[in-house]
């Protein structure tokens, strides 16, 4: 396991247990790209990270694979899964699909207030992007959608949303280096504008080319030949947002 490997910071819960906690801050960790595709990890390497106990990490290692983000190995270790091409193609259109659907169930219940904290999330989300802060920029860039998303009412989108994050996420490091050249449009602020004016359509046209720009510069050096909405993605080069 690398030595490099830093987990990012997550509250523990009141109330929650060793086991729980560990899992979530994991599971975090997998999501907004700590974890890189192919790294390998092991049961002891894990726990000495967290200052834990083995077993709420092997507890926790247990859910992760069956989840599908990480995959039994031997002697007690695991990696982090390599997606083919096509399963990678097939987990983008699904973000898009799920993505959109519950920004357009949030925006009815987005209010003045919360308009307002979603442009503080994303002032937030540049101002480590100009710092050239790639793990804050990240997770900066997720909290956004997260806390979009968790504005619609009776929300179950989200946890089906997280489960795509947690497949995708080991390749959103590699997705950002070098997101300043292939930069294009800022699909965050189309996204607002959107929710100021309450139109559906256009919520749902920004949040789906985020997501798309945000594999483009990914995806251009990947042989991935698919399309999504028949849009070809590996014509885009965009930065990695989404």
């Known amino acids: 396991m690398p030595a490099s490997l830093r987990l990012p910071p997550l509250r523990r819960r009141t109330g929650e247990t060793v086991g729980e906690y560990v899992f979530r801050r994991l599971r975090q960790a997998i999501i907004v ?3 890189s595709p192919g790294m390998a990890v092991t049961i002891r390497g894990l726990a000495a990270l967290l200052g834990t106990s083995p ?16 995959e039994l190995l031997d002697n007690g270790r695991a990696c982090v899964p390599i997606i083919s091409d096509s399963r990678f193609d097939t987990l983008i259109e699904a973000r898009i699909l799920l993505e959109t659907a519950a920004a357009r169930r949030a925006l ?4 003045a207030s919360r308009l307002d904290d979603l442009r503080r999330l994303d002032r937030v989300m540049w101002d ?5 802060d790639i793990d804050r920029t990240i997770d900066a860039n997720m909290a956004f959608h997260r806390r979009l998303y968790s504005y619609a009412p009776n929300d179950v989108l989200t946890p089906l949303i997280e489960s ?20 294009r449009v800022d699909r965050h602020t189309e996204a607002l504008t959107a929710i100021a004016e309450a139109d ?6 920004a949040i789906a080319a985020d997501v798309r720009d945000g594999i483009g510069h990914l995806i251009a050096h ?5 399309s999504i909405g028949g849009v070809p993605i590996t014509a885009r080069r965009t930065v990695a947002r989404g």
Request: charged share 25%; proline share 7%.
């Open 200 to 205: 559906a359509a256009a919520l749902v046209r």
């Open 33 to 35: 790209g700590r974890f």
């Open 108 to 111: 009815p219940c987005i209010d």
């Open 128 to 132: 480590v992007f100009e710092r050239g």
């Open 164 to 183: 795509v994050w947690l497949q995708v996420g080991p390749y959103m490091r590699a997705a950002i280096q070098g997101s300043r050249e292939h930069y």
């Open 55 to 70: 077993m709420p990490v092997r507890e926790a290692m247990r859910r992760l694979v069956a989840e599908g983000a990480l």
């Open 222 to 226: 990947r042989p991935l030949k698919a």
